[in-house]
């Protein structure tokens, strides 16, 4: 019984052209993350929704936005990859944050 | 940064030896945890061991943890070649920002 879902699992889009990855969740948990995690380095946080309330990292680039248009869905748009956006995004939820966190199987983001 | 380190960054042991890793952080912290992924896909939350407590157990899984030193220690005990993967620390910090600060990772081989 999958409880965090990533679509699509694999993803390759052109350099410069906008793409959107999807994650929905099952556990009804107020909060959803979303990570970009590149090989052999540690998941690095995005940006994170408590309910509807944005939370960005300082670091996360203007090319990254997201969506949460309710409790079940978020979505992940870069407006404009890069050939350094490649890499693996995570998404995960937590039922009130900084507990216990639940990550989907992950897409795999590859720009050519 | 407020990145933890975990040592060692890899680790291969023979199948039915125990293996340790360590995770040290910088900040004061509510709980502390440790997941495991396997190659290619999410994260999968092994144990959470809060600040209060020394030490846990879960299974092969035995956490502890030190605050004065800030550091814990992953064993896992009699392992097996499905343990094989990367082990990641994550720390929830006391002020509370519902975000988890990964460590580096440790990639564990079990050798048949």
């Known amino acids: 019984d999958a409880m965090v879902i990533q679509n699509p699992r694999y993803q390759v889009t052109q350099f410069g052209k906008p793409v959107t990855l999807s994650c929905s969740q099952t556990l009804n948990h107020n909060v959803m993350y979303w990570y970009q995690q590149k090989s052999s380095q540690a998941p690095k946080l995005l940006f994170h929704?408590?309910?509807?309330?944005?939370?960005n990292e300082a670091d996360t680039p203007d090319n990254f936005q997201s969506r949460r248009p309710n409790t079940s869905f978020c979505f992940l748009d870069i407006r404009s990859p890069g050939l350094g956006d490649a890499a693996m995004y995570l998404c995960?939820?937590?039922?009130?944050?900084?507990?216990?966190?639940?990550f989907g199987p992950g897409t795999r983001l590859t720009v050519t | 940064s407020q990145q933890g380190e975990e040592d060692p960054q890899a680790l291969s042991i023979q199948e039915g030896e125990n293996a340790t890793m360590n995770c040290s952080y910088k900040?004061?912290?509510?709980?502390l945890q440790w997941y495991r992924q396997n190659s290619g896909r999410g994260l999968v939350h092994l144990i959470l061991?809060?600040?209060?407590?020394r030490e846990k157990h879960s299974g092969r899984l035995r956490v502890t943890l030190d605050t004065s030193k800030k550091s814990s220690s992953l064993l896992i005990t009699a392992s097996r070649a499905a343990d094989t993967a990367s082990y990641f620390c994550a720390t929830e910090p006391n002020f509370g920002n519902e975000k988890l600060t990964f460590g580096t990772g440790t990639r564990l081989t079990i050798i048949p």
């Open positions: 061991i809060r600040s209060n407590e």
């Open positions: 900040t004061s912290i509510n709980n």
């Open positions: 929704y408590y309910d509807k309330d944005f939370n």
């Open positions: 995960a939820t937590s039922r009130y944050g900084g507990e216990e966190q639940y």
